[in-house]
């Protein structure tokens, strides 16, 4: 790819990123374009429509939370329940501060599922992020990382919409992590 390509690349995922963060899927490609400073002929070039950009961003915010996972496994102070609470914790916060990536795991696109398989580590560290709470005795011994995907979903759409929703996202935190206290 040319340096000038390379460079609109990344001005176009900026301005998507920040504006689908703001506006979610709602948001048009000519919106993008414009935000980035280039042409919707160039933006078409490198995005040939608007699914292929929003699985881009998603690619990128799933490796974040790859990332904080890793962190968290990392934090050897803490025990099991507690990094697993932080990770559900983390996640939320992400979701909130980007509607966008709240749309796309509150979606079940078949898309969205094969991108947390691809994305390094991901899975395998939810997974061992519960495990090691179940080891440790500190979790319900039948809790899985997809029971954890879903508090994240479930916290993240909460987070997004308090101020229309009837109760807290905190309440529903508390609940959550009451939830997965051993039987």
């Known amino acids: 790819m040319r340096a000038d390509a390379a460079r609109n690349r990344l001005r176009i995922l900026a301005a998507a990123r920040k504006l689908m963060a703001e506006r979610g899927s709602a948001v048009e490609m000519v919106d993008i374009a414009e935000e980035a400073g280039v042409g919707v002929g160039t933006l078409y070039r490198r995005f040939p429509d608007k699914q292929v950009?929003?699985?881009?961003?998603?690619?990128?915010?799933?490796?974040?939370?790859?990332?904080?996972?890793?962190?968290?496994?990392?934090?050897s102070e803490l025990s099991a329940r507690e990094r697993l609470d932080n990770y559900i914790r983390a996640s939320g916060e992400v979701q909130r501060r980007d509607l966008g990536l709240q749309e796309a795991m509150s979606a079940s696109a078949p898309e969205h599922q094969q991108i947390a398989r691809d994305t390094p580590g991901l899975l395998g560290r939810i997974d061992r992020l519960v495990s090691d709470a179940?080891?440790?005795?500190?979790?319900?011994?039948?809790?899985?990382?997809?029971d954890i995907v879903m508090c994240s979903c479930a916290l993240g759409h909460v987070l997004q919409h308090e101020e229309s929703l009837p109760g807290s996202a905190e309440r529903l935190l508390a609940i959550q992590l009451a939830g997965l206290d051993p039987r």
């Open 53 to 75: 950009l929003v699985l881009e961003l998603i690619r990128e915010k799933f490796a974040m939370l790859s990332s904080i996972l890793e962190r968290e496994l990392g934090r």
């Open 134 to 146: 179940v080891a440790e005795g500190s979790a319900r011994a039948d809790l899985t990382w997809e």
